[in-house]
């Protein structure tokens, strides 16, 4: 396709950059449309939910320099997005460059007539096997419908299960000494019902501090938990090397990095077991890319943040299939899923998820459709995160 493009005298510049922001199911997707002089179209998503505006005027300021640039350039445009400017980096603009990045993957991988896999050193795997999320509280007090729930994706094949914690009876209210009592109580009755064979992650979501978390992981029988998610925010590496010296559960840390320069103290100084990057906010495949060959040389496997839309989904997948070092993606279409993220009225094509693993698309780019006149048409919702206290009225991580 590529030389047909080429012979028949139309180039593949960059002619425009558009956003569009929408709420699909549950939540807003803000995603990026980048179009070639040629008429192939490239998608990307952006991962910094609930501050879209911001990621929305930083592709504005990209969108100067980088209209009429070749988007086979991809190393090099994210360098230029990186480094022209005084202040680089952060969330936002790493965000906006993440979009971007994907877009250009799926532009380059349409043009050469193949699946961006191969344009990361092809597919490492036939499928990418996937973790279940329960969506019930692990509390004392609702372990028959956690306890259904895990069963029943045990029963459908399902063999590594996370689930999140107990407090949030009130919805503005998180109390971690409250919750982590409970939480270690009801996790240790769910092990006592699955078996030792079931792999049980937890998802704490950074609301606790370096002692809650000591405190968590030492009322939990050896073998209870086989990996826990985000414990506390990752901006002290310092904090983790602490928290790592007093526990022995595999930890699972990274969807907050925003850039190969954040992972990096917790790649080389092992103080993470899964790398969880989100390839919508480290930078795109090309950061990530790099922070996974980087982990593969410490035994750290990628076990990717895909909290988004089927945009987001497709560049995991790709990502998951091209790395040696994988151990299992994230998934919000498991058969208790009621976001309604993949809206297939709004993305007619998506790679599919069949039982516990995606089957991996070999369509050319990234295998995402999609339908704009949809998604446009759903308009994007006022969003903000709870604003979570204690219950001395002080103000914590959402
Ligand atoms: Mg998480």
Same mark, same amino acid.
């Given at each position: 396709?590529?030389?047909?493009?080429?012979?028949?005298?139309?180039?593949?510049?960059?002619?425009?950059?558009?956003?569009?922001?929408?709420?699909?199911?549950?939540?807003?997707?803000?995603?990026?449309?980048?179009?070639?002089?040629?008429?192939?179209?490239?998608?990307?998503?952006?991962?910094?939910?609930?501050?879209?505006?911001?990621?929305?005027?930083?592709? $504005?300021?990209?969108?100067?320099?980088?209209?009429?640039?070749?988007?086979?350039?991809?190393?090099?445009?994210?360098?230029?997005?990186?480094?022209?400017?005084? &202040? $680089?980096?952060?969330?936002?603009?790493?965000?906006?460059?993440?979009?971007? !990045?994907?877009?250009?993957?799926?532009?380059?991988?349409?043009?050469? !007539?193949?699946?961006?896999?191969?344009?990361?050193?092809?597919?490492?795997?036939?499928?990418?096997?996937?973790?279940?999320?329960?969506? %019930?509280?692990?509390?004392?007090?609702?372990?028959?419908?956690?306890?259904?729930?895990?069963?029943?994706? @045990?029963?459908?094949?399902?063999? %590594?299960?996370?689930? @999140?914690?107990?407090?949030?009876?009130?919805?503005?209210?998180?109390?971690?000494?409250?919750?982590?009592?409970?939480?270690?109580?009801?996790?240790?009755?769910?092990?006592?019902?699955?078996?030792?064979?079931?792999?049980?992650?937890?998802?704490?979501?950074?609301?606790?501090?370096?002692?809650?978390?000591?405190?968590?992981?030492?009322?939990?029988?050896?073998? %209870?938990?086989?990996?826990?998610?985000?414990?506390?925010?990752?901006?002290?590496?310092?904090?983790?090397?602490?928290?790592?010296?007093?526990?022995?559960?595999? &930890?699972?840390?990274?969807?907050?990095?925003?850039s190969k320069w954040t992972a990096l103290?917790?790649?080389?100084?092992?103080?993470?077991?899964?790398?969880?990057?989100?390839?919508?906010?480290i930078g795109?495949?090309?950061e990530?890319?790099k922070v996974?060959?980087w982990?593969?040389?410490?035994? @750290?496997?990628?076990?990717?943040?895909?909290?988004?839309?089927?945009?987001?989904?497709?560049?995991? @997948?790709?990502?998951?299939?091209?790395?040696?070092?994988?151990?299992?993606?994230?998934?919000?279409?498991?058969?208790?899923?009621?976001?309604?993220?993949?809206?297939?009225?709004? &993305?007619?094509?998506?790679?599919?998820?069949?039982?516990?693993?995606?089957?991996?698309?070999?369509?050319?780019?990234?295998?995402?459709?999609?339908?704009?006149?949809?998604?446009?048409?759903?308009?994007?919702?006022?969003?903000?995160?709870?604003?979570?206290?204690?219950?001395?009225?002080?103000?914590?991580?959402?």
């Amino acid at each position: 396709m590529l030389w047909f493009i080429l012979s028949g005298g139309m180039t593949l510049k960059i002619q425009t950059i558009d956003t569009l922001l929408g709420c699909v199911g549950q939540r807003n997707q803000l995603l990026v449309k980048v179009v070639t002089e040629c008429g192939i179209v490239g998608w990307g998503e952006s991962g910094l939910s609930n501050r879209e505006h911001a990621v929305i005027g930083a592709i $504005e300021h990209f969108k100067s320099f980088l209209i009429g640039s070749d988007p086979r350039r991809i190393g090099r445009i994210w360098q230029e997005m990186y480094r022209s400017h005084y &202040f $680089e980096g952060g969330r936002v603009l790493t965000a906006a460059m993440s979009a971007l !990045d994907i877009a250009l993957h799926d532009i380059v991988g349409k043009a050469l !007539d193949v699946p961006v896999y191969q344009l990361l050193g092809g597919k490492q795997r036939d499928l990418v096997p996937c973790f279940a999320c329960a969506y %019930t509280e692990a509390d004392p007090d609702k372990m028959e419908d956690l306890v259904k729930e895990v069963t029943a994706l @045990i029963d459908l094949g399902w063999t %590594t299960v996370r689930v @999140i914690p107990s407090g949030f009876d009130d919805p503005e209210v998180f109390e971690p000494r409250d919750s982590i009592v409970r939480t270690a109580r009801a996790l240790e009755a769910l092990r006592k019902v699955i078996g030792p064979d079931i792999t049980l992650g937890i998802d704490y979501h950074h609301r606790l501090s370096v002692a809650e978390t000591a405190s968590f992981c030492q009322r939990l029988e050896s073998g %209870t938990l086989d990996f826990l998610e985000e414990p506390i925010r990752n901006q002290s590496p310092d904090a983790y090397a602490a928290l790592r010296g007093l526990t022995s559960v595999p &930890f699972a840390i990274g969807e907050e990095f925003c850039s190969k320069w954040t992972a990096l103290p917790y790649v080389e100084r092992g103080l993470t077991q899964y790398l969880r990057v989100d390839v919508c906010n480290i930078g795109g495949l090309t950061e990530a890319m790099k922070v996974l060959g980087w982990a593969e040389a410490h035994y @750290i496997d990628l076990m990717p943040h895909n909290p988004l839309g089927p945009v987001c989904t497709a560049a995991t @997948i790709h990502l998951s299939a091209a790395a040696p070092n994988f151990s299992l993606m994230e998934t919000h279409q498991g058969p208790f899923s009621k976001f309604g993220w993949h809206d297939p009225a709004i &993305f007619p094509k998506q790679h599919p998820l069949q039982g516990s693993h995606y089957v991996i698309s070999d369509a050319p780019g990234l295998g995402v459709e999609v339908n704009e006149e949809a998604f446009r048409s759903s308009l994007p919702i006022v969003a903000e995160a709870p604003h979570l206290r204690r219950n001395d009225g002080s103000h914590t991580n959402w």
